[in-house]
């Protein structure tokens, strides 16, 4: 379980996050809402471990293990994802590379050998398909030119093949058509029901939430969750 207590977090002399705490068990949906520029995006960076943060009190813990004493590459093999609000177009990676380069660098963590070519564009291609993502679409460089929605299904079938404890799916619904949100959602539901991950929903919009039950809403506002309740 993702435990995060008396989180303080600020950027330069601004102070974001103000005291922030909150669980989410595995196989839990946590739902967190709340108004744009209150610290929503700034806590799934300063738990997948961006730099330019200053945690100047508490800490976050993925089942025991003090995240914040791990660099990025560490939090990831040990089961933290983040799917970003903003994917970042990387030119001159294609999809495929770097799809693989990930999932042998989480496999290596755990003392597995690199899974073998064939394998792997085998898993790609299944995962992809139930994302009606498009072969095409994975030889080219990552997020180069995709849409937003295709730069959200793409986040997911990461999700899908890393397979984390704790995914964080930062605004992932925003700017997705209503097939999109659903192909989207029915992935999220795939992965949490058949590894039993604990997900931090962020969202601004209850449609997501009718595809993706969550057992419980966080109200986050200035720097904190201020209410909680369930669905
Ligand atoms: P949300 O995701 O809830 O919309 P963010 O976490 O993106 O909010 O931002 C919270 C506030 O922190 C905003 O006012 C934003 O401008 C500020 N902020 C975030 N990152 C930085 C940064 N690197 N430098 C300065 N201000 C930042
Ligand atoms: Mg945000």
């Known amino acids: 379980m993702l435990e995060i207590n008396d989180l303080h977090v600020s950027v330069g002399d601004r102070q974001i996050l103000k005291g922030l705490n909150l669980k989410v ?8 809402m709340g108004p744009n520029g209150t610290g929503k995006s700034t806590l799934s960076y300063v738990i997948a471990g961006r730099e330019g943060y200053s945690i100047t009190q508490g800490e976050i813990l993925l089942n025991g ?9 560490l939090r990831a093999s040990s089961g933290v994802f983040l799917a970003f609000q903003y994917p970042v177009e990387i030119p001159g990676v294609a999809c495929m590379q770097f799809l693989k380069a990930a999932m042998n660098a989480q496999r ?41 929605g ?51 929903l962020i969202t601004h919009y209850t449609r997501i939430l009718r595809y993706i039950k969550p057992d419980f809403v ?9 209410e909680a309740g369930g669905a």
Request: no cysteine; aromatic share 2%; net charge negative.
């Open 65 to 73: 293990l003090n995240l914040l004493d791990l660099p990025p590459h």
């Open 108 to 148: 290596r963590s755990r003392g597995e050998d690199e899974i073998n070519t064939p394998e792997f564009i085998k898993r790609v291609r299944e995962e992809s398909e139930k994302l009606k993502i498009h072969q095409e679409m994975l030889r080219r460089p990552l997020n180069s030119g995709f849409s937003g």
């Open 25 to 32: 068990a595995a196989g839990e949906v946590a739902a967190i």
């Open 150 to 200: 295709e730069k959200k299904r793409h986040e997911i079938l990461q999700m899908e093949l890393l397979k984390p404890k704790i995914a964080i799916l930062d605004e992932t619904d925003s700017g997705l058509d209503v097939d999109a949100l659903r192909i989207v959602s029915e992935g999220v539901n795939r992965v949490k029901d058949s590894n039993n991950i604990g997900i931090m």
């Open 218 to 226: 966080h109200v986050f506002a200035a720097g904190k969750i201020v």
